[in-house]
DNA sequence: GCATGATCATGC
DNA sequence: GCATGATCATGC
């Protein structure tokens, strides 16, 4: 580079300094000159604009950090416009590629990953899809450097993922698998597909990447220079290297495995409304409220730091006695004018299903309910597959307008829709019912449905079946 | 008893 | 006011 630079490269807080001063500017306003002696072409995106207009080097995909003199890794991440104070990720951090081919022969510490980003300089900005990208605000800048006990749980899932490339099934990744840092695909629709060492088959092109859930933490200690308060499960390093997640939640829940909900009930000082359809959901959420100590009532998710970082999501389930869950499991109501926009990687469903979940399951024994079982658990491969047809199916019906097949009424003269949504026959694995308050809760239609000739519908989700639920989930 | 449509209490 | 995590209800 011939010009003299705003910053020195071999020094971190030189660099820190400068990357600092972006805050609350956009890149229109710190490098307007330097944009328009460059002829900006409006190509490239947020990421690529900042270095090179703001910390003048060219975009490259070298295997150094992009400073190498300091070994920082340079990472611009989205935060969503929210009208709250606080800034969430709008997205997943996407690091570098995984090379199939290299990792199986790498240790950690001489990892691609680890060469590249032990240390990163994030740059977060707001998002606004009609924004031109030179005026997104620019809000959180910071350097980060992983944890301890964190970069335990990442070198265990680093491990996982090289385990995979070992066993010949890069082409099974998936980012359920793992806990904070996860193989995410990348490069568009299954594109560029990459070679294995260890199968014939090809492999999605996937990059390492922080989960949203973890960028969220990240960004809260950037923001405040604190972490806010936590139930913890992990104490300090040591005990990340010697036990797992999983391991300390067993224990957690061990004293209580057999216990009536009247027992739970009263033991955790429980005075919920049985009526609420939530109720199980809500005696779990205060059982592990109670176990942890986590001092405030706030969402199960958020408030143990680990299931924070890794977007471990919750779901409670009643059992029959015959062990076939009461009902199926349900996820937020899709909307029609999104999935016809969507592929099926960049789906809201798919991202759902590739949470590691923590199922609780309470089991019907002599006409008690008894906690029976807590597990965790992410949906393998071959089944995402299936979860990927009946997504397709349902992309198919909306952007047709085919949904209603026919109206009629029940015998007390309500009215009652059918529709050509992929019903339980279709997939083994999930299907598509109503989600919403009532039938009149609808969203609106990309096209007016031919039936009904209107361009809403009653709000609708995938549900995961319940005898998917049993033999996939509780009995595996 | 299963498949599917409809609906609800809660909490932010 | 709405999303969430569920349960209730009906027809075959």
């Not at 150094?64 to 951090?93: Q, Y």
Request: charged fraction near 30%.
């Amino acid at each position: 580079m011939k010009k003299s630079l705003p910053y020195n490269p071999a020094i971190k807080s030189s660099i820190l300094a400068y990357a600092k001063k972006l805050e609350g500017h956009s890149l229109k306003s710190i490098c307007n000159n330097e944009i328009i002696t460059h002829q900006y072409s409006g190509k490239g995106n947020f990421g690529q604009l900042l270095e090179k207009f703001y910390f003048f080097y060219e975009p490259n995909s070298d295997s150094e950090p992009d400073f190498p003199e300091a070994g920082v890794e340079l990472k611009t991440s989205p935060l969503k416009k929210t009208k709250s104070v606080s800034s969430r990720a709008k997205e997943r951090l996407v690091l570098n590629i995984i090379n199939y081919m290299e990792i199986v022969n790498q240790d950690f510490e001489e990892s691609s990953f680890w060469k590249k980003n032990s240390c990163l300089l994030l740059v977060f900005y707001v998002f606004e899809k009609e924004k031109d990208v030179l005026d997104y605000k620019i809000r959180i800048v910071g350097d980060w450097t992983f944890p301890e006990s964190d970069l335990e749980i990442i070198k265990k899932d680093w491990s996982q993922i090289k385990a995979k490339v070992l066993a010949g099934k890069a082409h099974e990744l998936s980012e359920g698998d793992t806990l904070y840092l996860a193989a995410c695909t990348k490069g568009g629709k299954g594109g560029n597909p990459r070679k294995q060492p260890n199968s014939e088959q090809l492999a999605k092109q996937r990059a390492f990447s922080l989960k949203p859930g973890y960028v969220n933490h990240i960004i809260e200690f950037l923001a405040s220079g604190k972490k806010e308060t936590y139930g913890k499960l992990i104490a300090d390093a040591k005990q990340a290297r010697t036990e797992t997640i999983e391991n300390i939640i067993q224990k957690k829940f061990s004293s209580l495995i057999g216990k009536s909900v009247e027992d739970l009930v009263s033991l955790f000082s429980i005075t919920i409304n049985p009526l609420a359809k939530n109720y199980y959901s809500i005696i779990t959420k205060k059982i592990i409220n109670s176990v942890f100590n986590v001092p405030y009532d706030r969402e199960l998710e958020n408030y143990i730091e680990e299931f924070q970082k890794a977007d471990v999501l919750i779901r409670t389930v009643r059992l029959k006695e015959n062990d076939m869950p009461e009902q199926e499991i349900s996820f937020p109501a899709f909307d029609y004018k999104k999935i016809v926009d969507e592929s099926w990687e960049d789906s809201d469903f798919k991202a759902d299903l590739e949470h590691k979940f923590l199922f609780i399951f309470f089991k019907m024994e002599k006409s008690k309910l008894i906690l029976k079982k807590v597990k965790f658990w992410n949906m393998p491969f071959e089944d995402l597959a299936k979860a990927e047809m009946v997504w397709k199916e349902t992309k198919r019906v909306v952007s047709d307008g085919i949904i209603v097949s026919s109206i009629g009424k029940d015998k007390n003269g309500k009215i009652i829709r059918k529709t050509n949504f992929p019903g339980k026959k279709f997939s083994s694995v999930a299907h598509v019912r109503p989600h919403g308050i009532n039938s009149n809760d609808t969203y609106d239609l990309p096209k007016p449905d031919e039936y009904t000739k209107a361009n809403f519908y009653t709000k609708h989700c995938f549900w995961l079946n319940k005898s998917y639920v049993r033999d996939k989930i509780y009995y595996d």
